[in-house]
C-alpha cells in the first residue's frame, strides 16, 4: 500500500503512509506485519513550537507521560519543528492524546535533511478521522529536522501529549487467530448506585484502559537478539506505539506500556523462539 492517506473522517485512518514510501510483501516481511514504535530520537530542547501555553509547554511533547500536553494559546494555525539532527535513518512519527480529530486539525509533516534549509513535503495536509493515536510512516533518512504543520482548530486551541519520531521495528511474524486488537479489548472501572427497592440510580466511568496480548511464534534467534531484545529493554520503562495488523487495519494503533517481563524462550531444536507481551494503553 503506496498511499494509505484517507481525507475523510469516516475512514478514521491512524497509519498514515507517505505516498513516497512503497512497502513491498517479502517472504518473511509483508506490509500486515506488525509495527512497534518504540525507537525515539526525540528529547527535550529539541522542539519549538509558534505557541505554547506557558502550563504547557512544547518540551512536554519529549514526555512519555499523557498527561502532559503542549498546548497552544490560540486556535491558529500552528508549527511544530524538531531538530533532532540523526544520525541514523528516520521512518515514523507517532502522536498520541491530541485533539486533532476532533477539532478538524489538518496535519501536515515535512523533513529536512539539510539542516532546515528546505523541507520536503512527507505527508500532504490531512485531518485524522478522530484522536486515537496515530502513526505516520515516512521514507527512511537521517533528518535534521522535522516539521509539523497544524491547521486551524475549531474552537479549541490544539495539544498533543506524545510525539515520538524515529525507527519503526517490524514485527517478524504476522498475528493471526486469537489475538484481540486493542480498539476491541477496552476496560472500564465503574461506580453505579441502586435504590433501596433496586431501582437503578446511575452508572459512574472511573476510567477506561485496553488490554491484550501479543503472542509471538517461531522467531529467528538472531532477529530476536538483535531486533526484539532492544526493544523489550527500553519497554520496561517506556510506552510505545503498537499496530496488530497496519495495512488491513490502519486504524487499529494503540499507545501501550507493558504489564508483564516477556521471556523469549526456546520453541523449537531448530532454535526458533517464542514470547508472550501482555499490553495495557490507550486507543
Known amino acids: 500500500m503506496a498511499e494509505g492517506r484517507r481525507n475523510h473522517r469516516a475512514g478514521l485512518v491512524m497509519i498514515v503512509i507517505s505516498p513516497n514510501l512503497v512497502l513491498s510483501p517479502t517472504p518473511t516481511v509483508n506490509p500486515d506485519n506488525p509495527l512497534i514504535g518504540w525507537h525515539n530520537v526525540l528529547e527535550p530542547g529539541m522542539l519549538t513550537a509558534d505557541e505554547a501555553d506557558p502550563d504547557f509547554p512544547v518540551d512536554n511533547l519529549a514526555n512519555p507521560a499523557t498527561f502532559l500536553f503542549w498546548r497552544a494559546e490560540t ?15 528516520v521512518d515514523y512519527i507517532g502522536i498520541a492524546s491530541h485533539n486533532l480529530g476532533s477539532q478538524q486539525i489538518a496535519v501536515q509533516i515535512e523533513g529536512s535533511t539539510n539542516g532546515g ?23 527512511p ?35 493471526y487467530v486469537g489475538h484481540a486488537p486493542m480498539k476491541y479489548s477496552r476496560e472500564i472501572e465503574v461506580t453505579h448506585g441502586e435504590s433501596e427497592n433496586g431501582q437503578f440510580l446511575g452508572r459512574i466511568v472511573i476510567s477506561r484502559t485496553t488490554r491484550t496480548t501479543i503472542d509471538l511464534e517461531n522467531l529467528t534467534p538472531t532477529w530476536v537478539r538483535q531486533k526484539l531484545v532492544p ?25 501501550a506500556w507493558l504489564t508483564n517481563n516477556p521471556r523469549p524462550i526456546n520453541q523449537r531444536p531448530n532454535g526458533m523462539m517464542s514470547v508472550s507481551l501482555e499490553l495495557t494503553g490507550i486507543v
Open 117 to 139: 534549509s528546505t523541507f520536503d513535503v512527507l505527508i500532504s495536509s490531512m485531518t485524522l478521522g478522530d484522536d486515537s493515536p496515530a502513526l505516520f510512516r515516512i521514507p
Open 141 to 175: 533518512a537521517p533528518y535534521t529536522h522535522i516539521k509539523i504543520s497544524l491547521g486551524e482548530a475549531l474552537d479549541s486551541p490544539p495539544q498533543i501529549a506524545v510525539l515520538y519520531i524515529g525507527q519503526l521495528l517490524v514485527l517478524e511474524r504476522r498475528l
Open 75 to 89: 486556535t491558529n494555525a500552528q508549527n511544530i519543528i524538531a531538530e533532532i539532527n540523526a544520525t541514523e535513518d
Open 231 to 255: 526493544f523489550l529493554l527500553a519497554a520496561e520503562e517506556t510506552p510505545f506505539f503498537f499496530a496488530w495488523r497496519p495495512q488491513t487495519y490502519p486504524n487499529e494503533v494503540g499507545y
